[in-house]
């Protein structure tokens, strides 16, 4: 168990001096035989596995269904947003229309944020979440 500063520092004064007071020296030179003779800590090696990990997944763009847009409104902006063909365009909007959602990018969470305000701005709700 190691001393904290102000511990050491009433140890390391020990018996008041002249008067009940220790002198700074006295104090300084006491503390460092004590701090020079206490234990040392090493680090431990601590593993960043976890955050790198959290670090590589990719972010992802989630368009959800709504009852406002037209199917074959959402499957023309995902073709001009995105740049789908008619059938992966259709393919995702059936997705979004039958399962709730749909994952149609991924990348860096900047190009998502962008993904996200370009789909908000066409009518479509949008989010953005890490990819699981």
Excluded at 7 to 18: E, K, L, Q, T, Y
Aim: with cysteine.
């Amino acid at each position: 168990m190691g001393l904290c500063m102000e511990d050491a520092v009433r140890v390391a004064a020990g018996p008041a001096g002249v008067n009940g007071v220790s002198s700074a020296a006295q104090v300084a030179t006491r503390f460092a035989a004590i701090t020079a003779s206490a234990p040392q800590a090493t680090p431990e090696t601590v593993e960043h596995t976890e955050i790198l990990e959290a670090e590589d997944r990719p972010w992802v763009t989630v368009v959800w269904d709504d009852p406002v847009n037209l199917m074959h409104y959402v499957t023309y902006i995902f073709q001009k947003l995105f740049g789908y063909s008619k059938g992966k365009a259709t393919e995702l909007m059936l997705e979004v229309h039958n399962e709730g959602k749909a994952v149609v990018s991924s990348g860096s969470r900047d190009k998502m944020e962008h993904d996200v305000q370009r789909l908000h701005a066409a009518g479509l709700w949008a989010t953005m979440q890490r990819d699981q």
